[in-house]
């Protein structure tokens, strides 16, 4: 069992929280947060939290064994490097880092210090994708030709101008990093690297400073092309869909909607599921329920204890922050990007 802290108590923090009630795996203990309130404090009661003062009084609690960080994006490498040179397992929630550099930094301090690194892009962890990644695997779909995903929800239009998730520098590219890495994590993990990136992001809706709507061309290094749109301001939706010489899957469900309670964010993500093939009747059924962010936190809990290693590889968090930060390029210099 892996007594771990929870770093920032937003609602997400929360819903990491709730979603290992019971676990025999990991279990939350102590938490910090920039804010305090009445309804955080009560939260911390029902959950048996204790609070600390911050970040570094969990970092220094041997009682610890692992921080789990729900914190502002451009906070993740150092807050990474910092659990590191204390001995802390670490599962840092998506994105990883905003730039190649700082996600190359944190990995190698992981490494030195030995400990086992999670990231949350839970959705790999679905029954869903695990079929897909076979079929594509099997040769089931023939030759990928492209992947197409598109991720909505209404989020930015409740955001207030002093919130961190309403920062251009925090959320770049509208819902780019809220939304739209989980995307491009599913690209990589079931296509391999991406080579170039095209974006254009603009605002057209929200009263705040940032990007509303985004759409992004993908070239994969192994020659399909892909495609990823992102709107921040209208009704919630989620569709990923392989297209393939032998026909396409397309995966269709949720995103993280303000307001939705704790149990729809974390196993409501994946409904309708569709096989097409090039010849023949398509094959339609519902996607099984999965508590996907306790099941990504369970497999960073075994890892911990030296169990298999966390499913996402390391080389591949440092890829998908290389995307991330080539796609920010290129929006601000209208061009496409290679990844570097």
Known sequence: MINAAIVGLGWWGRTLVESVEGSEAIRFVAGASRTASPELAAFASAQGL????????????????????????SLHAQQVIAAAGRGKHVFCEKPFA????????????????????????NRRFHPEMQKLRDRIG???????????????????????????RSQREETPCGGLTPMGVHAIDGMIDLCGEIERVYCQSLRR????????????LLRMKDGM?????????????????????????????????????????RTRLFGACRFQP????????QAATLDVVRASLEAFARAAEGGPAYPIPVEQMIHGAAVTEAIVRSAASGRAERVV
């Open 50 to 73: 204790r609070l600390a003062a911050g970040f570094d009084a969990l970092l220094a609690d041997p009682g610890i064994d692992a921080v789990v960080l729900a914190t502002p994006h």
């Open 138 to 164: 099997s040769g089931g779909l023939g030759t990928i030709l492209h992947l197409e995903a598109t991720m909505t929800f209404a989020n930015a239009l409740l955001l207030k101008p002093t919130q961190w």
């Open 98 to 121: 905003l730039t190649r550099r700082h996600a190359e930094a944190a990995v190698e301090a992981t490494r030195k210090a030995g400990i086992a690194l999670g990231l949350g892009y």
């Open 278 to 285: 090039a010849r023949g009747e398509a094959q339609v059924w």
């Open 205 to 216: 809706a929200v009263e705040i400073d940032a990007d509303d709507t985004t759409s992004i």
């Open 225 to 265: 092309s892909a495609y990823l749109g992102t709107m921040t301001a209208t009704g919630p939706g989620f569709s990923f869909q392989v297209f393939g010489s032998q026909g396409w899957v397309r995966l269709e469900g949720m995103t993280h909607v303000a307001g939705a309670s704790s149990e729809e964010r």
